[in-house]
């Protein structure tokens, strides 16, 4: 069974302190199982919600990718290998100016209103973004979905 490690970013809410030991005692753990599979690490960076303006989102992006790629690079240089660092948060997805290093984004929000992650994400320059742009366009168009 593959599992994912959640980190907290700075939201707080939820996941393993990243520069904590229960990050890296966690992942060993699942390394050294015999069903388990360490996927990856993943981050919601839920706290860009409450930012003001670009500035405030641009800031929280970058401290949600260069907390993932310190712990990605403290767990590897530990021995434990990290196939997948997650980021993503509309928000910040939709501001974030390099994701060098990561390897999944995931611009939308779990269960929110399609429509709002569209405006958000539709208003993003960056060119990874780009296939997600035309995935919440097909959502808004099909409700169904």
Same mark, same amino acid.
């Given at each position: 069974? +593959?599992?994912?490690?959640?980190?907290?970013?700075?939201?707080?809410?939820?996941g393993?302190?990243p520069?904590?030991?229960l990050?890296?005692?966690?992942?060993?753990?699942?390394? !050294? $199982?015999?069903?388990?599979?360490?996927?990856?690490? &993943? #981050?919601p960076?839920?706290?860009?919600?409450?930012?003001?303006?670009?500035?405030e989102?641009?800031?929280?992006?970058?401290?949600?990718?260069?907390?993932? &790629?310190? &712990?990605?690079?403290?767990?590897?240089?530990?021995?434990?290998?990290?196939?997948?660092?997650?980021?993503? $948060? #509309? /928000?910040?997805m939709?501001?974030?100016?390099?994701?060098?290093?990561? #390897?999944?984004?995931? /611009?939308?929000?779990?269960?929110?209103? +399609? $429509?709002?992650?569209?405006?958000?994400?539709?208003?993003?320059?960056? /060119?990874?973004?780009?296939?997600?742009? !035309?995935? $919440?366009? +097909? &959502?808004?168009?099909? /409700?169904?979905?």
């Amino acid at each position: 069974m +593959r599992v994912w490690l959640k980190v907290d970013c700075g939201y707080h809410r939820c996941g393993v302190d990243p520069e904590g030991a229960l990050g890296l005692h966690a992942a060993a753990r699942v390394a !050294r $199982s015999g069903n388990l599979e360490l996927a990856g690490i &993943l #981050t919601p960076a839920g706290h860009a919600y409450h930012c003001q303006g670009r500035e405030e989102i641009t800031a929280v992006a970058r401290e949600e990718r260069d907390v993932m &790629l310190t &712990l990605a690079d403290r767990l590897r240089r530990s021995g434990i290998a990290v196939p997948e660092v997650s980021v993503g $948060s #509309t /928000p910040t997805m939709s501001v974030v100016d390099h994701l060098t290093g990561i #390897t999944e984004i995931r /611009p939308f929000r779990g269960g929110a209103d +399609r $429509s709002v992650d569209a405006e958000f994400v539709c208003g993003a320059s960056h /060119p990874r973004v780009e296939a997600r742009r !035309r995935v $919440s366009l +097909r &959502l808004m168009q099909n /409700p169904a979905l």
